[in-house]
């Protein structure tokens, strides 16, 4: 059994294309770890588009929860402008309230984060109680914690790292391998999206600033 387990993919709907061509040969079923929306111009079409998959999971991130909520709890402006922007053009409010909270894959758990917070690579944890495969930070990593192994996707959709780069993680249970994978894409697709939306220009320039890979 072959898992495609992604997230963070932040309505880039070009980014999940690709990747899903790119590897429809290679997985049996696809785990999504949460934040499909917000920030890109086509959180509606990511949601459909997974929804289309028939042998997926999909769970929640912090932004199918406040997308539910109707509210962003932070108060980093930028934020709140692609909050307010992106959740006045969502209508998918029934499929990603369907969303669950977690999933176990063999040793495993698969959820969009853990102590409820970004965990980086150097993030300090002392003692880790599962093998989890999380998102949420946008940094893809793979790392031992005493005996427990924990994984980050990376970012499908806005790596900030590279924002030209997508992240996620095929999982083969027989062999029990973790190929981490990375694959570029153009990123001035969503910038020109964006543009003809009319994002607020500190939306436009979020994007538009960030490093790409050559």
């Known amino acids: 059994m072959r898992y ?4 963070d993919i932040h309505g880039n709907l070009p980014a999940l294309e690709l990747m899903l061509q790119k590897e429809k040969d290679n997985y049996d079923q696809l785990i999504c770890h949460g934040d ?32 539910l909520k109707g509210s962003y709890s932070g108060t980093n402006q930028i934020a709140i402008a ?7 053009k969502f209508s998918q409010f029934e499929i990603i309230k369907k969303y669950g909270e977690s999933f176990e894959v063999n040793t ?6 853990i102590l409820d917070k970004y965990i980086f690579y150097d993030t300090k944890i002392e003692v880790l109680d599962r093998n989890y495969i999380i998102g949420h930070s946008h940094q893809q990593f793979d790392k031992f914690i005493g005996e427990k192994r924990l994984l980050n996707t990376g970012s499908v959709g806005q790596n900030r790292s590279y924002i030209n780069c997508i992240n996620y993680i095929i999982y083969d249970v027989e062999l029990n391998l973790f190929s981490m994978k990375m694959q570029k894409y153009n990123h001035k697709i969503i910038i020109d999206k964006m543009k003809s939306d009319s994002y607020p220009k500190v939306c436009i320039d979020y994007y538009r600033t960030k490093n790409i890979l050559s």
Do not use: A, D, R
């Not at 692609?82 to 006045?88: I, L, V």
């Open 4 to 7: 495609l387990i992604c997230g």
């Open 36 to 67: 499909v929306v917000n920030y890109g111009p086509w959180s509606n079409e990511c949601v459909l588009l997974l929804n289309t998959i028939k042998e997926s999971v999909k769970l929640k991130g912090n932004h199918e929860y406040y997308f």
């Open 82 to 88: 692609f909050f307010n922007f992106c959740y006045n």
């Open 108 to 113: 495993f758990i698969v959820q969009h984060t």
